[in-house]
Structures are given as C-alpha cells and as structure tokens.
C-alpha cells in the first residue's frame, strides 16, 4: 500500500516544543510555496497510485480552502482509502471540515498535547479542554468518526495528577486513536535547546525528570489498554482497525512520496529528501541525494517499533542474543520484539542495528 505525505509548514505560532520545519512565516512567502508544491506534485513521474494522504505540519488546519482543493486535486487516487489531515485545536470550523469531508479527508489528528490548561499555556497554545471537545463533536457531526489525539509526556509543570487528568479527558472522548510522545529535550526545539543550556525559558527547569516521563509514558500504556485501545506501535494506540494506515507504511517499509519543505521519500529501494529550509523549497530548493535503502538493516531499527515485532534475517544474531539477555528484546514465536523495558530504552536498542 502506498501513500503520499504533504507538508504544509505554516502555523500561527511556533510550539516551544517542536523540532519540525514549521513555524510563522511572511503571508507573502505562502502563495509561492503553494505554487512550488502544486508544480511539484504535477511534475512527478507517478509509479503507484496512493491509497492513503497525510497532511502534515504545521497546521494544514488552517490551509485556505480554495489552496488546498488545488494541491489535492493534483494527486492521482482520490477519494484515497484514509486521508489524514493535522489539525490544532480551535482551528475548526463547519465549513472547513465540510469542505475537508467532499475533498476526500476521513481522518484528523489533534494535536492536543495535554488538556490541562497551565502546561498548554507554557507551550504557547491557546486552546482548552472544551474546546477539543467541541472539535471532535463537530468531526462526528459531519461523518469524520477516525479521529486521533496526541498527547506528550513531560511538558513543563506535569505532574501525576495532571497526567492523569489528561488520560481522563482522553478517554471521555472515547475516540478510536491516540499517540503518546515523549517529550524530545534537542537544539531544534525552543524548549529542548533551552534545557540542554540549562536555562529557564518556556519551563525548561519545570519539566518532568525523565524518570516521571517514563513513569507517565507507562500509565498511559495502562489506562488505555484497560480502555480497549491497545499500543501497535511505541507512540501509537488504537481500538481494533482504527491503526493509522498511512504511518503504518513507514514501519512497514512501504513506498510513500513526500511533497513540500523537508518531505521525505521511499520508493521501496531509494530514500530522499527534500530541501528543509521553507523559503528554500518555496524558491525551487533540490530534493537531497536519494540514498540507497538498506531494507535488510532497516527492518530492525524501523520495523521493531511495531508491538508485533519483525522476522529476523541471518544479520545481528550476536546482537539479538545479546539484547534478549539483558531483558530489551523478547522472541514471540519466530518474532523479536521490544520488551516493555526496552520500548523505554528503545533508541540505543536500535543503535545496536546501525552497524
């Protein structure tokens, strides 16, 4: 199954969290980016038709209507078996998600981050938990019923209580999906470069130690699975059916088409990547070299996010071994898969395949 995955960058403001190429650009700078992306997508030499979209970012939510039915409209395989599209919280309105319904789009995912309403603030988001109420009200009473919520563990100024306030509200919701993230502490974000220099900025000395995150992350694991939604993937929780189709590629190694600043690509043998910098790409920015994929290495650091786990090869049998012994990998049948030890830890476990 392959799929297609637009960025748009834009936002109206920038999350002291995010490490991703988005942020708050010139009004002037987002014509010639839409420009650049339609030419791009008209350009491409089609070897598959997709059969999922995801609109990522940014806040593709906020994307004008009119911009967004062009972009789509130059995609091959619509009405597409899921599309997706990133939306924030408060960014919703009728005739946007009418007009996301006719455009093909049958998934959302909030990102709501948390539900309580000081560590939303120290983000530098606005919205409330009655807010993504509404939200997902309005997506059932226009037919979007495939909706997930983000959450992150350990956002400044996170307790206990509060986290587990949060997973209430979650389950109150009662949607079909939901993501866990750790908080990632790295010089792309605000707040991650803040805390490695040791400062103060947006609550860098108030975020949980990484002891209380995990502690968190495992809560989550809990309470959810109690409530039918079961991880398949270490950020990823569904009821049955409702796993996200379109990332599921990414860990299953199937072919997908980046468009738009930073995109990334796979076609089954090559990866590549576009040009980061927004105005770059907005200006006729060059993809980067594309890289030739090593499937039988990949498999291990990529395909063991998924709670089932992969079939090894005749590669790493020291390695494997080895991490069974220390309790971070497990065999389930002819399968290796993460413990649950070893899912918070699972970065250097796949340091270990890297060679």
Known sequence: MA????????????????NFASGVFPKDLEPVYQKRLVDEIRS???????ETLYLGGGTPSLWNLGELEAVLGALP??????ATMEAAPGSLTAERVKAWRRLGIN?????????????????????TAAIVASDVALLRAHGIESINLDLIS??????????????????????????VYILEVDEDSRLGAEVLLNGQRYGARDIPSEDQQADFYERAVERLAEAGIARYEISNFSRPGAESLHNLKYWKLEPYLGFGADAHSFDGKWRWQNV????DYALGGVPQQRILADIENEKYWVGLRLSEGIRPGDRFEQEITNLVQDG?????????RLTSRGVLVSNDVFQEFLG
Do not use: M, N
Request: net charge negative.
């Open 276 to 279: 980061e910098d927004v105005k």
């Open 154 to 179: 350990g956002l400044a100024e996170q307790t206990r209580e509060s986290w587990e306030e949060s997973l209430d509200c979650v389950l109150r919701l009662e949607v079909p999906h939901v993501s």
């Open 3 to 18: 799929g297609v995955y637009i960025s748009y960058p834009f936002c109206a403001q920038k999350c002291s969290y995010c």
């Open 44 to 50: 491409t030499e089609w070897k598959f038709t997709p």
């Open 107 to 127: 998934r959302v995912s909030l990102g709501v981050q948390s539900f309580v309403e000081r560590e939303i603030r120290r983000t530098g988001r606005k919205h």
């Open 328 to 336: 971070l990998l497990e065999w389930h049948g002819d399968r290796i």
């Open 77 to 82: 395989g619509g009405p597409w078996r899921e």
